[in-house]
């Protein structure tokens, strides 16, 4: 497998009483939700960087308030047409 290593200050980081797994684990979901968010990852690949499945991902993404469906204009007013 290969890793990517961050040095990052703890002291600047965390907060009192934070565990450095949890910072980790914080870190990691962070770091996924940004590039599901810009479109880097999709949602499959970005569970699986921060340790979830892709459906526990996506709701924690819309618990955190990033959009988890993207429509265009045209798919947009289709959802929204009335059915004749």
Known sequence: MNALTLELPMDALASPGVSAESLASEA????????????????GKAGKLCGMGRVEFLLAAGRAGTPVL???????????????
Do not use: H, T
């Not at 962070?30 to 999709?42: D, Q, Y």
């Not at 993207?70 to 004749?84: R, Y």
């Open 28 to 43: 990691k979901f962070m770091l996924a939700l940004k590039l599901f968010e810009v479109g880097r990852l999709s949602s």
């Open 70 to 84: 993207a429509l265009g204009d045209d798919e947009l007013s289709a959802e929204f047409a009335p059915n004749d």
